[in-house]
């Protein structure tokens, strides 16, 4: 796990590319997070890294959730969600990639 504040788009791409990451979560608190995630799978396309799974949390609207949805963000987890929800995904994510999976 890579934790990171406050980068953009493109420094978040750079990131994953770097470290070889499986899966790249956001977390949004302030809106804004149609223009965040549309830069970012452009900057993850360009990077050839459409095979990492991306997923949102924080206070995002159904709607927005939805968009984002069928963009391609596996999942998208608002305030309430369990936690084990989002563990299945990351682990379901990292299936294969070795010693990590239990």
Do not use: C, H, K, T
């Amino acid at each position: 796990m890579i934790f990171l504040n406050f980068l953009l788009p493109a420094e978040v791409a750079a990131v994953a590319a770097q470290e070889d990451v499986a899966v790249v979560g956001v977390s949004v608190g302030s809106g804004g997070q149609l223009a965040l995630f549309r830069d970012l799978i452009a900057e993850m396309n360009r990077r050839s890294l459409s095979d990492v799974v991306l997923i949102a949390g924080g206070n995002i609207p159904p709607q927005d959730a939805r968009e984002l949805m069928s963009w391609g963000v596996r999942a998208v987890f608002g305030p309430g969600s369990p936690p084990a929800d989002a563990i299945a995904v990351v682990r379901d994510a990292a299936r294969g990639l070795g010693s990590f999976n239990q």
